[in-house]
């Protein structure tokens, strides 16, 4: 919790910014106060030296931003109600910028949370080489011939290999792919920031040897000419992407600008707001980048976070399909605004065991498939 307390060097700048007075292309945005309970944001622009409480701001109620005068006692010694208790208003994590470009972003519904920053996370625990797979390329009887394709891998007397194809071989360009992939994702990723709302955060993986193996068995085809012809039955997501955003206003955004090509042909497209599956709501993409088809998946905070709670009980099928559908369409109406569906999710998503537990239909058999 950052509470409402100026730092030396923010107050420095604030009022040194005094003399361009309600011109917002001169200043910068110096700090961010919010009410993480409602509605409710002030960035602050300068300050006066002889009056430090008189500060002009950048003000968002959630009816659109406007500028003027504020008192920051009053921001300091206000508080707000919530459930009983009274909490004060924070400051948060905020990268300077320039003051109409905040007040432009904010008529777009961006509200520069957690730094006006992107987050991008990708999921890479290991390194992927062949040191990595050494029960495939290990050659234990030292006769040049790796083990997997060794017919007698622990006897270096008997000459013979398992089939004349090598899967050392075919291996070793899995793992060549995978890293061509990985280049492929990145360039992705620097496209995807360009377009996502401050405050998003982008998830990215790329596929491993193993899981391309285990797909390829699965769905039989990676040929990106019959993806090109519209069969996108093969590997699509050798790359997967998730761009999560905080509101409504910023998936459209996101989709507009993939709409308009800017991650390569659109091979396929679902709505999932327009046409919720089981409650799901989410906007998926398949597009070709850089010769590769990538999957996008567009979603809310709000909507990850119940994905995420519902994962199990969903693949052991023992999914409560009523309450998913409640905590879902609860979850869209505070997306788009709703101050009281806002304040029953986020108080909901406060106990996640419990949450969890909620989405199971059978509590006893829990992570077990039916038998």
């Not at 002009?56 to 109600?81: C, F, H, K, T, Y």
């Not at 290999?161 to 994702?185: C, P, Y």
């Not at 995807?192 to 391309?212: C, D, E, F, N, Q």
């Not at 910023?250 to 507009?256: C, E, K, L, S, T």
Request: aromatic content about 8%; charged content about 30%.
């Amino acid at each position: 919790m950052k509470l409402l307390k100026l730092t030396k060097q923010e107050v420095a700048k604030l009022q040194k910014q005094y003399k361009f007075g309600s011109d917002l292309s001169k200043q910068d945005v110096v700090v961010k106060i919010f009410n993480p309970y409602g509605r409710g944001r002030w960035y602050l622009v300068n300050q006066d030296p002889d009056d430090p409480d008189y500060i002009w701001a950048i003000v968002d109620l959630g009816m659109g931003p406007e500028v003027g005068s504020v008192s920051l006692s009053e921001l300091q010694n206000l508080r707000m109600p919530v459930y009983g208790y009274k909490f004060p208003l924070e400051k948060d994590r905020f990268t300077q910028r320039n003051a109409v470009e905040v007040f432009e972003g904010l008529q777009r519904g961006n509200y520069f949370a957690d730094g006006g920053e992107i987050k991008v996370k990708v999921a890479e625990k290991d390194i992927y080489n062949k040191n990595h797979y050494k029960g495939i390329f290990q050659d234990s009887d030292k006769d040049g011939v790796p083990d997997i394709d060794d017919a007698q891998p622990k006897n270096p007397k008997l000459q013979g290999e398992v089939e004349e194809l090598k899967f050392s071989q075919v291996f070793d360009r899995l793992i060549k792919t995978k890293k061509s992939l990985d280049k492929i994702m990145r360039a992705a990723i620097a496209e995807l920031k360009k377009i996502s709302p401050v405050g998003s955060t982008i998830y990215a993986r790329t596929k491993t040897p193993y899981s391309i193996v285990n797909k390829l068995i699965n769905k039989k085809s990676t040929s990106l000419e019959r993806a090109k012809a519209g069969d996108v039955e093969g590997l699509t997501d050798l790359i997967g992407t998730t761009v999560v955003v905080k509101n409504l206003n910023g998936i459209n955004d996101v989709a507009r600008e993939l709409d308009k090509g800017v991650l390569g042909q659109i091979l396929e497209k679902k709505d999932y707001y327009e046409k919720p599956k089981a409650g799901y709501r989410a906007i998926h993409y398949i597009t070709i980048f850089e010769g590769v088809a990538i999957e996008v998946q567009l979603k809310t905070y709000r909507q990850k976070e119940i994905n995420e709670a519902s994962h199990e009980a969903y693949k052991y099928e023992n999914l409560e399909a009523d309450r998913l559908l409640y905590l879902t369409n609860l979850a869209n109406e505070a997306d788009m605004g709703n101050r009281t569906a806002q304040l029953e999710i986020d108080k909901i998503f406060l106990d996640k065991k419990a949450l969890k537990e909620s989405l199971y239909k059978d509590k006893v058999r829990r992570n077990k498939l039916p038998s």
